[in-house]
C-alpha cells in the first residue's frame, strides 16, 4: 500500500513539474482553435516560446477577474473588441508599448490607449437563398425587413447580435433600432438557435430565405470540400445601413493583460501576430481582413468605420433593448 | 471533508445576500418557470419508460426477459450532454433524418411538412426522462420483486383484470421506491447543464452560468444558484424523509424468477415496450456515434483527441487517487456517531448541487485563497482537481463506507487482543476485505470526474482541454462527427461504472 501511494505521488509531481521546464506565454482565447493553432505553432517553432492556450466561449473575463493578480495569462484574443474593451474597463490591461505595432495598425484599429489592438476585420452580414430572393432586392439591413422574407440568426442574447444591435443604436438611435428588431422578430423563419454557421446552412436548405452572420464563416464552409455543398445555394451580401452606414464591421484583436509576468514574451507575440507574414496567414484561413491591410478588397471597403469605443458605449443599452423586446 | 465541500457553498451564500440584485425576481421566473416545466415533464417521462418495464419484468414470462434486467440500466451509461448532441444533430432541419424525409417525398423546405422541434423543451424531457429511467426502473424492480407478486396475483384471483390490478395495486404498492427515484430524476433534471444548453431550454443552471459568464452579474448568478441549491436540497430532504417511510410489508416470501405466461403475440409486445427506452436511451446513439466514428478514423490519432485523452486520464485519475485515499482514510478512522453521520451526510450537498454552481462557489473559494496566500490556485490543474475530489466525495466515501460497516467489530476487538496497532489491522486485515468495494469507488469516481462537464469548463487550466470539454466544442460547432471517438470513450467508461454498480448491487 505505502510503495502504491508513493509511486502515485511521484507520478503525479513529476505531471506538476514537466510543465514548467520552457518559456511558456499563456492565451485566452475566445477564437476558436482552428483559427489560430497553426500561428502559435509557428510562432514557437520560430522563438521557443511556447503558447499554452485556454479556448472558451463566455467568461474569460470573468475568470480573469477572479483569478487577479495571480492569473497566469498574459493576451487575450478576442474575435469581437467590444470584449477587449471591456477587459480594459475592468482594469485587466496594459499598454502594448511597441513601435512596430504602432506601425503596422492603423489608428482607427486600436486602443487609443493601446491596451489593444485589431488584428483583423469582417462583417456582419446577409446571407440569402439564391432561388428565393431576387438578386440585388437587399442591400441595405431595412430591405430585409420589405417583403414577407423568413429570417434566421442565432439567439439575440449571442454577443455579436448585442454588438450588431448597439451599432444599430449608435447609427440609427434606439426607436429606430427597436423597430427593426421587432421587424426581424415577427419575420423569424425559426427560433434562433445554433451558430453563425447553421444560419448559413439553413438558407441553403431554404429554412430561411435571409440570415444574418457573420462574413468569413461563408469563406470557410466554401474552402472545406465537406461544407461547400451548404453554400451552393446561398449569397453573400455586405448591406448599407439606412443608406448611409456601412456594413458593420467587427474588429478581431488582442489586449495585453496586467498579470502578463513575461512582458517581453509577450509583445513578441504581439510583434508576430501583426507581421506581414502571420496577418497573411490570420486573414486567410480566417477569411477575413487583414488589420494591417494596405489595398482593401470591395467588400472590404464597405465596413463601416466607427470607432469601436463609441459602439461599446452602447452595449449595456442593446442588451437592455433585447430583453425589453424579445420575449 | 465537509469544511472543503462547504466553504465554496458558504462564500456563495454571502455573495447571494450582497450587492446590487435587481435583475434577480425577472432572471428567477423566466428561469424558474423553464425548470419547472421541465421538471415536470421529465419526470412524466421518466415514470412511463421506467416502472412498465419494471412491472413487466417482475411479473411476466416474455422475450429478453433476463436480459432487461440489465440492459435497462445502460442508458444511465450516456451523460445527458452527450444524447442531446446525437439527436439534435440527427434531426434538425440539415441532420440525416429530415434530408431523408425532404428527399423522399420531394419537399424543400420546412413549411411543407411537419416535423417535431428539436431544440425544445419537449425534446429535453424526452431524453432527460429516458437517460435517467433506469433510477425508477430499478428501485420499481427491487420492490416489485421483494413483495408485488403476491399482491397481484392475489388481485387478480379476486377478480381485478390485468390493468386495474396494476393501476390499483401495483402502483400504490411500489411507490415509495418510484418516488425514491423520481426524486432523483427532479434533483438530476434541474443540476443539469449540457443537454439544457445544447437544446437551447433555459433552465435555473443555463441563468446562472449566462448571468455570470455573458452579463457578468455575480450578485444575481450567486442568489440564483442559492435558490437553485435550496431548491435541491428540500427535494433531497423530502427524498430522505420518503426513505424512511418505505413501510410496505408482505407477510409472505418473496417470489424471484417464475413469473405469469402470456400469449406469445404479448410476450412480443412487452419485449418491444422495454426495448423502447433502451434504443432512444443507449443503443440509437451508440450506434450514430460509431457510424460517425468509422467515418473519421483518423480522428482517434488526432493529437488533439490524444491530447484531450491524456489530459483527461491525469486530471480524472489525480482526482480518483486523492479522492479514493481520503475516502479509504476518512472510512476507516472516523466513527460513526451522531454528529459525525450529519457532517458526513453534508457532504452530499457538494454532489446534489449543480455542477455550474459548485463552480461558483468554487472559483470565489479560490479567490479568495489565492490572493490571500498570494499563489495561483484558479487556473492550476490542482483547483480543478480539488473540485473533482470536494464534488464527488459523498458517492466514493459512501461506498466506502459501507463496506467498512460490513466488517463486524469483532475484527478490531481480535486485533486489540493480539496488540496489533490499528492501522497494522488496516493494511493486514481491512483493505485485503474491502478490496472489491474499493474498486468500486475508484471507478465510480474516475467515470464521475471523466464524464464532468459544467466544473471543468469553467476551471480547467489553459491548454488543457478534456474528453468533456473537447466534445462540447465539437458539439457546440455542430461538428459532432469530429467528436465521436471521444464520446465513445465516455460511453465505454460509462457502461463500466454501469456495471460495476450492478455489481455493487448484489455486494
Known amino acids: 500500500m505505502q510503495r502504491f501511494l508513493s509511486y502515485f505521488c511521484a507520478v503525479f509531481l513529476i505531471g506538476m513539474g514537466s510543465a514548467q521546464a520552457t518559456e511558456i506565454l499563456t492565451v485566452y482565447s475566445y477564437r476558436q482553435p482552428f483559427l489560430v493553432e497553426h500561428l502559435f505553432d509557428k510562432f514557437a517553432a520560430e522563438t521557443g516560446i511556447e503558447v499554452e492556450v485556454l479556448y472558451a466561449k463566455k467568461g474569460l473575463i470573468e475568470r480573469l477577474k477572479l483569478e487577479g493578480a495571480n492569473s497566469p ?27 512596430a505595432v504602432a506601425e503596422k495598425i492603423p489608428t482607427a484599429l486600436r486602443d487609443v490607449d493601446n491596451h489593444w489592438i485589431g488584428l483583423t ?76 454557421r447553421a444560419q448559413i446552412r439553413a438558407v441553403n436548405a431554404g429554412e430561411c430565405d435571409i440570415a444574418l452572420a457573420n462574413s468569413y464563416y461563408f469563406g470557410v464552409m466554401q474552402a472545406d470540400p465537406k461544407q461547400a455543398g451548404d453554400t451552393e445555394n446561398v449569397v453573400s451580401i455586405f448591406p448599407t445601413l439606412a443608406q448611409k452606414h456601412g456594413t458593420f464591421g467587427f474588429v478581431s484583436g488582442l489586449a495585453l493583460l496586467k498579470s502578463a509576468d513575461n512582458r517581453e514574451a509577450a509583445i513578441k507575440l504581439v510583434e508576430f501576430m501583426v507581421s506581414s507574414k502571420a496577418q497573411k496567414i490570420y486573414a486567410e484561413v480566417n477569411h477575413e481582413f487583414p488589420a494591417s491591410g494596405a489595398d482593401k478588397s470591395p467588400d472590404e471597403a464597405k465596413l463601416d468605420s466607427k470607432p469601436m469605443a463609441q459602439i461599446f458605449a452602447k452595449r449595456s443599452a442593446a442588451l437592455d433593448l433585447i430583453n425589453r423586446v424579445v420575449d | 471533508m465537509l469544511g472543503a465541500v462547504l466553504a465554496p457553498i458558504l462564500l456563495l451564500v454571502q455573495l447571494g445576500f450582497s450587492g446590487d440584485t435587481q435583475l434577480f425576481w425577472p432572471a428567477l421566473w423566466r428561469y424558474g418557470g423553464t425548470t419547472f416545466v421541465l421538471v415536470i415533464l421529465t419526470v412524466f417521462v421518466a415514470f412511463f419508460a421506467g416502472i412498465i418495464p419494471a412491472f413487466f419484468i417482475a411479473m411476466y414470462r416474455f422475450p429478453g426477459r433476463q436480459f432487461f434486467r440489465l440492459g435497462l440500466l445502460l442508458p444511465l451509461a450516456l451523460p ?21 424525409i ?103 443552471t443555463l441563468g446562472i452560468f449566462n448571468t455570470w459568464l455573458e452579463r457578468g452579474d455575480l450578485a444575481t448568478a450567486a442568489r440564483l444558484a442559492l435558490f437553485a441549491g435550496t431548491v435541491v436540497l428540500l427535494v433531497g430532504a423530502w427524498e430522505n424523509g420518503q426513505r424512511g417511510k418505505r413501510g410496505f410489508q408482505s407477510s409472505l416470501a418473496p417470489k424471484i424468477g417464475g413469473g405469469l405466461a402470456v400469449t406469445k403475440f404479448l410476450g412480443w409486445g412487452m419485449c418491444g415496450l422495454c426495448a423502447l427506452p433502451l434504443i432512444i436511451g443507449f443503443a440509437f446513439p451508440v450506434v450514430v456515434l460509431i457510424t460517425l466514428a468509422l467515418q473519421n478514423l483518423p480522428q482517434f490519432v488526432s493529437e488533439n483527441f490524444l491530447n484531450a485523452l491524456g489530459n483527461t486520464l491525469y486530471l480524472a485519475g489525480s482526482a480518483t487517487v486523492f479522492g479514493t485515499l481520503i475516502a479509504v482514510i476518512i472510512a476507516l478512522s472516523v466513527p460513526r456517531t451522531p454528529f459525525n453521520r450529519v457532517l458526513l451526510q453534508g457532504t452530499l450537498l457538494g454532489y446534489m448541487l449543480p455542477g455550474t454552481i459548485f463552480a461558483l462557489g468554487l472559483m470565489l473559494l479560490l479567490k479568495f485563497l489565492g490572493s490571500s496566500l498570494n499563489i495561483m490556485l484558479i487556473g492550476g490543474a490542482a483547483g480543478l482537481v480539488y473540485g473533482y475530489i470536494a464534488r464527488f466525495f459523498a458517492l466514493s466515501h459512501g461506498v466506502m463506507r459501507s463496506g467498512v460497516e460490513a466488517i463486524p467489530a469483532s475484527i478490531d476487538d481480535a486485533g ?74 465516455i460511453v465505454l467508461m460509462g457502461v463500466l461504472a454501469v456495471s460495476v454498480l450492478a455489481w455493487l448491487r448484489k455486494i
Open chain 1, 73 to 99: 495569462a498574459d493576451i487575450l484574443l478576442s474575435s469581437n473588441s467590444l470584449r477587449l474593451l471591456e477587459a480594459k474597463d475592468a482594469g485587466l490591461t496594459q499598454a502594448i508599448t511597441s513601435a
Open chain 1, 121 to 196: 476585420r469582417r462583417g456582419r452580414v446577409l446571407y440569402a437563398n439564391r432561388n428565393t430572393v431576387t438578386e440585388g432586392s437587399v442591400t441595405d439591413y431595412w430591405d430585409i425587413l420589405q417583403s414577407d422574407y423568413r429570417l434566421c440568426l442565432r439567439p439575440w442574447r449571442h454577443a455579436y447580435n448585442v454588438s450588431l444591435v448597439a451599432y444599430l443604436m449608435e447609427s440609427v438611435g434606439e426607436a429606430k433600432t427597436e423597430e427593426w428588431i421587432r421587424g426581424v422578430q415577427a419575420r423569424l423563419g425559426r427560433k434562433p438557435q445554433g451558430n453563425d
Open chain 2, 80 to 100: 445527458g450532454y452527450l444524447l442531446a448532441y446525437v439527436y439534435a444533430d440527427f434531426f434538425e432541419f440539415a441532420g440525416p433524418a429530415q434530408s431523408l
Open chain 2, 102 to 204: 425532404r428527399d423522399w417525398f420531394g419537399y424543400q423546405y420546412a413549411d411543407e411538412y411537419v416535423f417535431f422541434e428539436v431544440r425544445s423543451i419537449g425534446m429535453a424531457a424526452v431524453l432527460l426522462g429516458v437517460g435517467l429511467s433506469p433510477y425508477v426502473f430499478a428501485f420499481t424492480l427491487a420492490s416489485l420483486d421483494q413483495h408485488a407478486r403476491n399482491a397481484f396475483e392475489t388481485a387478480r384471483v379476486l377478480g381485478l383484470g390485468a390493468g386495474r390490478s396494476f393501476v390499483q395495486v401495483i402502483i400504490p404498492l411500489s411507490r415509495p421506491a418510484w418516488a425514491t427515484g423520481l426524486l432523483l430524476v427532479a434533483m438530476e433534471t434541474i443540476a443539469d447543464f449540457g443537454t439544457v444548453q445544447h437544446l437551447a431550454v433555459d433552465t435555473l
Open chain 2, 416 to 489: 486489540k487482543l493480539y496488540g496489533s496497532k490499528p492501522t497494522t489491522v488496516w493494511f493486514r486485515v481491512k483493505l485485503p476485505i474491502l478490496r472489491g468495494h474499493l474498486l468500486c469507488a475508484v471507478i465510480i469516481l474516475f467515470v464521475e470526474a471523466l464524464k464532468e462537464l459544467p466544473l471543468t469548463l469553467i476551471m480547467r487550466p489553459a491548454g488543457m482541454e478534456t474528453l468533456a470539454t473537447h466534445l462540447y466544442h465539437f458539439a457546440g460547432d455542430e461538428n459532432l462527427a469530429e467528436a465521436a471517438p471521444g464520446a465513445l470513450i
